[in-house]
């Protein structure tokens, strides 16, 4: 035998994958992620607190301030979603209802949450692309929420969008017949 001949029968090593700035689970690395994708980390987490424990949003957002990595975050989209989401929450339920195949007290917290990012961003952040914003949501949903409520969010976003960013939508929906 050789030197370089292993002597033990051994299972060969998987090849290096390629630095994505992905996890195993498909979702973006920390390091990977924008200021805004961290401040709708956190705006999610802090949603979720309102919704599950009907917490008051300004001791949600000085207990959220505190968390570890918020200073990496985009503090100024962080308030405009958390206090956003919460002053218009009533609206955007009736947007997002009609969609939605069960009762909205049957949706996921994370989800709904999620949801309510989504729409916020679409009336309110129009410098955010809509597909941006719907695959934002997506990944949030991917790594807080359930098995498939990405799939779930993406539906309702994706029926939304016609109607929240219709110029927009139209006009990629153009773009995109003409490309095929």
């Known amino acids: 035998m050789s030197e370089n001949t292993p002597t033990t029968p051994s299972s060969p090593r998987p090849p290096k994958q390629a630095r994505t700035g992905l996890k195993s689970t498909g979702t973006r690395k920390a390091a990977s992620k924008s200021n805004r994708s961290r401040a709708r980390e956190f705006a999610l987490q802090a949603l979720y607190q309102h919704l599950v424990g009907g917490n008051d949003a300004h001791a949600i957002d000085a207990f959220t301030r505190d968390l570890a990595g918020f200073h990496k975050a985009d503090s100024v989209h962080y308030d405009a979603l958390l206090h956003g989401c919460i002053a218009n929450a009533a609206e955007m339920d009736l947007l997002i209802t009609p969609l939605l195949d069960r009762k909205m007290a049957e949706i996921s917290p994370i989800e709904h949450a999620t949801m309510w990012i989504g729409v916020y961003e679409f009336q309110h952040c129009l410098d955010v692309p809509w597909r941006v914003v719907l695959n934002e949501c ?5 790594e807080f929420g359930g098995t498939d409520g990405h799939k779930y969010v993406n539906a309702v976003l994706n ?8 110029v927009e939508v139209a006009a990629d929906k153009a773009a995109g017949a003409g490309a095929a």
């Open 138 to 142: 997506i990944e949030l949903a991917k």
């Open 159 to 166: 029926g939304l969008a016609p109607k929240l960013r219709a």
